[in-house]
């Protein structure tokens, strides 16, 4: 097993500049205690709204609403039906959710390399891993930057297997002049603290299919055909129902739907600052020794959920930043160096993760803290 994986040594000072800092709106608090006076907190109105909402804003027909995007992976892998042991091609390159709920649902995650440009997947190495027990493809939008969904949408057709998409990262981002969100049938979304949609927690499924949209509704709440709200609507409560498979308790409730309803209405503006402030880095960047910019192509729009730029002598950056309070993060270590997972290295995957380093990137960042974080990197290290 491999496990030579780097740790930071460096002891940190208070953070002036944080990697990571959540902005809700007052709107959002006040839609919080609209909800917790309402009398219903659970799965209900709010949900129902937003799961419509959300679905308009990512150009998908409807939306499946979740506890958080874990649970819509998961959800996503359940009703795809697989055969135990079947293989999921995916990224090690991405955060252990990612390929702890292909294990959670029986199936093998097997890894396939990054293009070391971007983060993402390579098409080609995915296309080498497609063989006879190939049950599907997971792709994972690293820092919000869309896949080659073409290629790799493509390769799904061919091989007959389906394309699930972990948006986690990618909430507001566009590929070839559509959201992400709309192109395929199962399609990830994370509303966690830090995301680019912050809800504290939360997640969703968008989904094309009504049967399976349905399906979806049923295994978030244990398989009951309806839900409480659903039961109790109308003509009061009704308490008969029917279970037809073994489902999971992960619904999104309606004081986390309030918040993210509150807080869609400033995505594609907060969206917009993050682009400002991806900028401002690649301009002050863009010719320093020692750092790479990762590549980025006019066929699509990062949601710049992350700013991860590739560092020589990396460790010791990650130091001297910590060193001036700056925050900073590596995503990701790769899963193959979990003792849970099998894999071997791939050089991909190694030739990024080793250089990468996550600078702060959120809207309450400023223009002279992402200069402050430039000229230290200039400094050189």
Not at 11 to 21: A, Q
Not at 202 to 210: C, H, Q
Not at 238 to 260: F, H, P, T
Not at 282 to 309: K, M, Q, W, Y
């Amino acid at each position: 097993m491999y496990s030579s994986c780097w740790r930071s040594g460096a002891v940190s000072t208070v953070s002036r500049i944080p990697l990571f800092r959540p902005v809700v709106r007052e709107e959002a608090v006040k839609a919080v205690g609209q909800v917790l006076r309402s009398g219903w907190l659970g799965t209900g109105p709010r949900t129902r709204e937003f799961e419509e909402a959300f679905a308009a804003h990512a150009g998908a027909p409807r939306c499946v609403a979740t506890s958080s995007c874990t649970a819509a992976l998961q959800l996503a892998l359940r009703v795809l039906d697989l055969p135990p042991g079947a293989e999921v091609v995916t990224t090690p390159l991405t955060f252990v959710a990612s390929n702890q709920v292909i294990l959670q649902e029986g199936l093998r995650p097997v890894f396939a390399d990054v293009d070391p440009t971007t983060g993402n997947l390579d098409p080609a190495s995915v296309s080498e891993r497609l063989g006879g027990r190939a049950g599907a493809i997971l792709l994972v939008h690293y820092g919000g930057y869309p896949c080659d969904l073409k290629t790799l949408y493509r390769l799904g057709r061919e091989h007959g297997v389906p394309v699930v998409e972990d948006c986690a990262h990618a909430c507001g981002a566009s590929y070839q002049g559509r959201r992400i969100g709309s192109h395929g049938e199962l399609h990830a979304f994370s509303f966690h603290a830090v995301k680019n949609l912050p809800a504290g927690d939360g997640g969703a499924l968008t989904v094309r299919s009504e049967q399976l949209g349905a399906r979806l509704r049923r295994l978030r709440w244990f398989g009951i055909s309806a839900d409480t709200f659903e039961r109790g609507e109308g003509r009061g409560y009704r308490w008969d129902y029917d279970v037809s498979e073994v489902g999971l308790k992960c619904a999104m409730n309606d004081v986390q739907a309030a918040i993210a309803l509150a807080q869609l209405a400033f995505l594609d503006v907060d969206n917009a600052r993050r682009g400002e402030i991806a900028a401002r880095y690649r301009a002050g960047l863009e010719r320093v020794p020692g750092i790479e910019l990762l590549r980025s192509e006019p066929d699509r729009t990062s949601s710049n959920h992350l700013f991860c730029v590739l560092a020589g002598r990396r460790n010791e950056l990650v130091d001297r930043l910590t060193e001036r309070g700056v925050d900073v993060g590596v995503h990701y270590r790769p899963s193959y160096c979990y003792s849970m997972f099998p894999g071997e290295p791939l050089p991909g995957v190694e030739a990024f993760w080793r250089r990468a380093i996550s600078l702060p990137m959120h809207v309450a960042l400023t223009d002279e803290q992402v200069d402050e974080v430039v000229a230290i990197v200039r400094e050189g290290w």
